[in-house]
């Protein structure tokens, strides 16, 4: 991709996806598959899962660009993340709970310090995921779009249709469950901040 | 108040971005303009529009439809069972002809019929 290229904002590169521009469109999804792949991942924790997803967003997107109107103020990203986060939410609400949880890393059965480190990783990390998989949908869709989306309150808040105090409340909340989850598990102590392993 | 955690949630892998799938997406959405632009040039947009809005009052709403339709002709039944009078055929027989239907033809000869 040229710096010309990447110069054009997402804004006028959506005036062209609505007159039909095909290569506009792929110029939008290859800048932002990979950002939006993430989110999805983080929100439902599968990977296939994940990619249908941003391919349904995108697919939407382009069957339906004039859903986007530039001219309210939305940044094109603010308003895709509406998209994505809603069609995670189906997902979510369709989907039976699974007792996997999100998807493990194989685990490494060699007994060598690096490999037991590894293990040690890998436990937190899971145990990481589960704790968030089992947040309550919205407290989790809050803390993936505050903490790893980078998203300001405001624009988590106009995401989820919801106050800056209610988006504020459920990040609250979600994170006195995580730690409470963690500590349970040992992965936190209480006052002493992460526990030491290895 | 949540350090610790802040620090533990920093440490989130983050997911890996299958290869390819901005490509596969791009393809999709040519496919799928691709077919819709099929779809018009079969049956011009002006009948695709309306197959599409016969099949939205008629066909869609199908136990309804059939329910209503059911319930419409048992219902004209019984008013023209109500509001008619007998049948009368008056008009196409006089009674010298109902009688000699009626006669048992006593001259009747088998053999001339088979």
Same mark, same amino acid.
Request: charged content about 30%; proline content about 3%; hydrophobic content about 45%.
């Given at each position: 991709?040229?710096?010309?290229?990447?110069?054009?904002?997402?804004?006028?590169?959506?005036?062209?996806?609505?007159?039909?521009?095909?290569?506009?469109?792929?110029?939008?999804?290859?800048?932002?598959?990979?950002?939006?792949?993430?989110?999805?991942?983080?929100?439902?924790?599968?990977?296939?899962?994940?990619?249908?997803?941003?391919?349904?967003?995108?697919?939407?997107?382009?069957?339906?660009?004039?859903?986007?109107?530039?001219?309210?103020?939305?940044?094109?990203?603010?308003?895709?993340?509406?998209?994505?986060?809603?069609?995670?939410?189906?997902?979510?609400?369709?989907?039976?709970?699974?007792?996997?949880?999100?998807?493990?890393?194989?685990?490494?059965?060699?007994?060598?310090?690096?490999?037991?480190?590894?293990?040690?990783?890998?436990?937190?990390?899971?145990?990481?995921?589960?704790?968030?998989?089992?947040?309550?949908?919205?407290?989790?869709?809050?803390?993936?779009?505050?903490?790893?989306?980078?998203?300001?309150?405001?624009?988590?808040?106009?995401?989820?249709?919801?106050?800056?105090?209610?988006?504020?409340?459920?990040?609250?909340?979600?994170?006195?469950?995580?730690?409470?989850?963690?500590?349970?598990?040992?992965?936190?102590?209480?006052?002493?901040?992460?526990?030491?392993?290895? | 108040?949540?350090?610790?955690?802040?620090?533990?949630?920093?440490?989130?892998?983050?997911?890996?971005?299958?290869?390819?799938?901005?490509?596969?997406?791009?393809?999709?959405?040519?496919?799928?303009?691709?077919?819709?632009? @099929?779809?018009?040039?079969? !049956?011009?947009? +002006?009948?695709?529009? =309306?197959?599409? *809005?016969?099949?939205?009052? #008629?066909? $869609?709403?199908?136990?309804?439809?059939?329910?209503?339709?059911?319930?419409?002709?048992?219902?004209?039944?019984?008013?023209? @069972?109500?509001?008619?009078? !007998?049948?009368? +055929?008056?008009?196409? =027989?006089?009674? *010298?002809?109902?009688?000699? #239907?009626? $006669?048992?033809?006593?001259?009747?000869?088998?053999?001339?019929?088979?």
């Amino acid at each position: 991709m040229g710096q010309q290229e990447q110069d054009i904002s997402d804004e006028s590169l959506m005036e062209r996806v609505c007159s039909g521009d095909h290569q506009a469109f792929a110029q939008i999804v290859e800048r932002h598959s990979g950002l939006f792949y993430s989110a999805a991942y983080r929100m439902c924790g599968h990977s296939e899962e994940a990619e249908d997803i941003v391919q349904e967003a995108f697919l939407k997107l382009w069957s339906k660009p004039e859903g986007y109107d530039a001219a309210k103020g939305a940044k094109f990203t603010t308003w895709f993340y509406r998209v994505v986060t809603n069609l995670a939410i189906d997902r979510m609400r369709r989907k039976k709970p699974q007792s996997g949880g999100s998807e493990a890393l194989e685990y490494i059965a060699d007994k060598t310090p690096s490999a037991e480190s590894r293990l040690e990783e890998q436990d937190r990390q899971d145990a990481l995921e589960a704790a968030i998989a089992a947040l309550p949908e919205r407290q989790k869709i809050a803390l993936n779009l505050c903490f790893y989306e980078g998203l300001s309150n405001k624009e988590a808040a106009e995401i989820l249709g919801v106050g800056v105090k209610a988006l504020e409340s459920l990040l609250m909340r979600a994170k006195k469950a995580l730690r409470d989850d963690l500590m349970a598990q040992g992965f936190l102590e209480a006052e002493e901040g992460l526990r030491v392993t290895g | 108040m949540f350090d610790d955690l802040d620090k533990l949630l920093e440490t989130r892998r983050t997911p890996e971005v299958p290869e390819g799938l901005s490509a596969r997406i791009v393809a999709a959405a040519h496919r799928e303009r691709f077919a819709a632009a @099929g779809g018009d040039a079969r !049956g011009g947009v +002006f009948w695709e529009r =309306l197959r599409a *809005g016969v099949e939205n009052i #008629f066909l $869609t709403p199908r136990p309804v439809f059939a329910l209503v339709l059911i319930i419409l002709v048992f219902g004209a039944g019984l008013f023209l @069972g109500e509001a008619s009078e !007998g049948v009368d +055929f008056s008009f196409m =027989l006089s009674p *010298g002809e109902v009688a000699s #239907f009626m $006669t048992i033809d006593d001259r009747f000869v088998v053999e001339e019929w088979v």
